[in-house]
């Protein structure tokens, strides 16, 4: 069974930085493609940052890149999201999702078969 757990969400103030976590399990770590979305009250969910495996390729969104960095820990099966000078239009829940091993697109919501439960990031203004 394939598992997602995120974690280090909170409430932070405009400019300030927050690392996010995702935990993996029942899957490659190393090798599946891993990526982070986030969904605002109202919105649909959109892409933040993915990889395709460890050292693969690596996407961002244009109104992350630049402020946050994806990057794993394979010991540990854990993905990360740096995120550095926080805005208040990055509040919204942030969710970690896996998908199959040699998938290659990794920037939509269809690329992905199993999500995390989400954890929120609120910045105040």
């Known amino acids: 069974q394939v598992h997602l757990v995120e974690s280090g969400g909170g409430l932070v103030q405009t400019g300030d930085s927050l690392t996010l976590s995702c935990v993996l399990s029942?899957?490659?770590?190393?090798?599946?493609?891993m990526g982070w979305f986030r969904q605002a009250p109202g919105k649909e969910r959109e892409f933040v940052a993915a990889?395709?495996?460890?050292?693969?390729?690596?996407r961002y969104a244009t109104a992350v890149k630049g402020r946050f960095t994806i990057s794993r820990d394979n010991a540990k099966n854990t993905m990360f999201l740096q995120m550095n000078r926080l805005k208040p239009e990055d509040t919204a829940v942030y969710f970690c999702?896996?998908?199959?091993?040699?998938?290659?697109?990794?920037?939509?919501?269809?690329?992905?078969?199993?999500w995390g439960q989400g954890t929120q990031v609120t910045v105040s203004s």
């Open positions: 999702a896996s998908a199959r091993v040699g998938w290659e697109t990794i920037s939509n919501v269809q690329d992905y078969d199993y």
């Open positions: 029942g899957r490659p770590f190393s090798s599946s493609p």
């Open positions: 990889d395709t495996r460890s050292g693969g390729r690596i």
